[in-house]
């Protein structure tokens, strides 16, 4: 029974990071396709583009609950609202407890 219950966590956690790691690139390219219609030169741009690296390098580095987290500080930033696909309630618990950790 222990060991059942040891699988079925670390198939959770896998799921869970997996289903995560596909909205990064989704929400990257929102925020760089919108930040590409943008004055470069303006000071929220580059704050939102700077933004918009952390979140790639994050994502890069498997860290996809602070990526996401970053990438939705770089749509407010930029004043954007990004379309995110659907998370469960786990994922959306990490993306939370990510932006606590970030300083939202």
Same mark, same amino acid.
Request: charged share 20%.
């Given at each position: 029974?222990?060991?059942?219950? %040891?699988?079925?966590?670390?198939?959770?956690?896998?799921?869970?990071?997996? %289903?995560?790691?596909?909205?990064?690139?989704?929400?990257?390219?929102?925020?760089?396709?919108?930040?590409?219609?943008?004055?470069?030169?303006?000071?929220?741009?580059?704050?939102?583009?700077?933004?918009?690296?952390?979140?790639?390098?994050?994502?890069?580095? *498997?860290?996809?609950?602070?990526?996401?987290?970053?990438?939705?500080?770089?749509?407010?930033?930029?004043?954007?609202?990004?379309?995110?696909?659907?998370?469960?309630? %786990?994922?959306?618990?990490?993306?939370?407890?990510?932006?606590?950790?970030? *300083?939202?």
């Amino acid at each position: 029974m222990p060991r059942v219950l %040891a699988v079925t966590v670390v198939l959770a956690i896998i799921l869970t990071n997996t %289903a995560s790691a596909f909205q990064c690139p989704l929400l990257l390219k929102q925020l760089t396709d919108a930040a590409a219609t943008m004055n470069p030169n303006e000071p929220k741009v580059k704050e939102g583009q700077a933004l918009v690296a952390e979140a790639k390098k994050l994502h890069e580095a *498997g860290k996809h609950a602070e990526s996401i987290a970053t990438a939705e500080k770089a749509a407010r930033v930029l004043g954007l609202q990004l379309k995110l696909a659907k998370m469960n309630p %786990a994922q959306e618990e990490q993306v939370r407890a990510a932006e606590q950790t970030i *300083g939202h």
